[in-house]
């Protein structure tokens, strides 16, 4: 008589830095990349200033940042299948180019992260009270400021509490965006085509893909506003680490994810752009009113209340799922630069019971609400500046991954045709877009009429993004005064090996 094996009740197995490896297949670490981006509340906040910057020219736009993009991901599936490592950028570039530079790439992805969570948290609280019909709350600092640091904490929680309920949330999360996007686009494309969108709409038009007669500044300005929109798909290689077969699926859902994105960015560009035209009034993309967001005014004339309040919730949960799964990404990052003790060691600690590092996530949490709180209180126009200021960093921090590509593989690069084009040429090519974009963008950004505040005439937006990069300096300055292995390249450098958990 046979016997049964006895199921096991034990964790799944964890890498070498305490994580539970194993715990998400491909869909799972492509979901993770997409909460991450959250494409509802991006498109909602960014599609009225691209529109604004080259009119009729937004998907093309959308397809030109794809295009970096796209190589970047290239980049880190390189890199992610060498050394996958929850370090990502940091690990990599110190691998490349040394300690200096990578703290410095590290220091750049844990600034994005404060930056956009600080704003999608308080987007989360605005957009819930627009759908339960609270508009006075939306529009009461103190509620909405508390409702978001409400929103920053509990998803720390449910940080902590592990990878697993992280992805089940984020499950059905973004499948709310996606469907509730689709359906939107879907039914306004048919309005248009079928004449029953109203006076307003215009006639969709293939010459809205090329962007012809653009100007390099605006050029520059809707790139980086794309790279905000883009942003966020590397969370599929931080969390590489608690994925199964961690050096082959991180990087297919990279570019999986980039991939999704382009199509959905695209359809609903057309969409937009198609229903409600161009016009000055009304929903006019061209209105003045509507540039903060072309996306939820259209509910209602697109399929009713319902299709208006359900737009206002995706918007919502979309910014709250993005609330957490930007924290997983960063906290991961501060564990991995922890255990090559380029920061303290507390940051290497993993709680016993939810494998997860406990510790760096409270830390992220606590100083994304902090940052939240000093701004908010500040000036909402200095909330809004920061979101600006993002793209800055992003492009920091994804030039430096793929100039680490290059340099890292340097001596494979013509052993085959694959590898020229995949280790060198394409991130090559990402990596001198993002260079563009951030000197180009740091131009602008320097005027003191860019964006809504400027100090001693200079752009608000530029000191707050460069600003918190050279913040990076003295932070690294005061790691190195607390321990110097890691600054002498002792605990991390080109030929350091990184354990693969072998889960499949």
């Known amino acids: 008589m046979a016997v049964s094996k006895p199921v ?16 998400l297949g491909l869909v799972g670490n492509v979901v993770i ?19 604004a910057e080259v009119g009729t020219k937004a998907p093309a736009m959308f397809v030109l940042a794809f295009i970096p993009m796209l190589l970047i991901a290239f980049a880190y599936r390189e890199l992610g299948e060498d050394t996958p490592d929850c370090g990502t950028t940091f690990t990599w570039a110190t691998k490349a180019f040394g300690p200096w530079i990578g703290w410095m790439g590290g220091w750049g992805l844990a600034v994005s992260a404060i930056i956009v969570l600080a704003n999608v948290a308080e987007i989360a609280a605005i957009y819930m009270f627009k759908f339960l019909g609270l508009e006075s709350l939306a529009d009461n600092l103190l509620v909405k400021v508390g409702v978001g640091c409400f929103f920053i904490i509990a998803m720390t929680w449910v940080s902590i509490r592990g990878i697993l309920i992280s992805e089940r949330m984020q499950n059905v999360l973004i499948a709310v965006q996606f469907g509730v996007l689709i359906v939107a686009s879907v039914i306004a494309l048919v309005k248009v085509g079928f004449d029953k969108a109203g006076p307003q709409a215009i006639t969709p038009s293939w010459s809205w893909l090329w962007p012809s007669g653009v100007s390099s500044s605006s050029l520059a300005a809707a790139i980086i506003l794309c790279i ?17 077969d961690s050096t082959k699926t991180p990087g297919r859902a990279a570019v999986l994810t980039t991939l999704i994105l382009v199509c959905t960015y695209v359809l609903v560009a057309y969409a937009v752009q198609a229903f409600a035209g161009f016009g000055d009034t009304g ?30 919730l995706t918007v919502s949960i979309s910014a709250l799922s993005s609330t957490q799964s930007t924290i997983l990404p960063t906290a991961r990052g501060t564990l991995s630069m922890a255990v090559y003790k380029a920061i303290p060691q507390r940051f290497a600690k993993v709680h016993p019971r939810y494998m997860t590092p406990a510790f760096g996530t409270a830390v992220m949490g606590a100083a994304a609400l902090f940052f939240y709180l000093v701004l908010a209180l500040a000036s909402e126009n200095t909330l809004g500046d920061s979101v600006s200021s993002l793209g800055l ?3 920091f921090y994804y030039g430096i991954t793929a ?18 084009f995949m280790r060198g040429l394409f991130p090559l090519l990402g990596a001198l877009a993002m260079t563009w974009a951030f000197v180009q963008s740091s131009i602008d950004m320097i005027k003191p009429d860019y964006g809504s505040t400027s100090f001693g005439g200079i752009g608000g937006v530029f000191i707050l993004g460069v600003g918190m990069l050279v913040l990076g300096i003295p932070l690294m300055l005061l790691c190195v005064a607390g321990g110097k292995d890691f600054f002498r390249g002792k605990t991390l450098n080109a030929t350091t090996e990184v354990k693969v958990p072998d889960v499949y």
């Open 8 to 23: 096991s009740t034990l964790p799944a197995p964890s890498s070498d830095k305490g994580l539970r490896a194993g715990s």
């Open 33 to 51: 990349g997409l909460s991450a981006v959250a494409p509802a509340y991006s498109l909602a906040a960014t599609l009225g200033f691209v529109v």
């Open 228 to 244: 905000f929109i883009y942003w966020g798909w590397d969370a599929c290689l931080a969390v590489g680490e608690e994925t199964k």
């Open 283 to 312: 929903i006019g993309l061209n209105n003045p009113d509507n540039t903060d967001d072309v996306l939820t005014i259209l509910g209602k004339p697109v399929a009713g209340v319902v299709m208006s309040s359900l737009l206002l």
């Open 393 to 395: 960093a992003v492009a």
């Open 403 to 420: 100039y680490a590509c290059v340099w890292y593989f340097r001596r494979s690069l013509f052993t085959s045709v694959r590898h020229f």
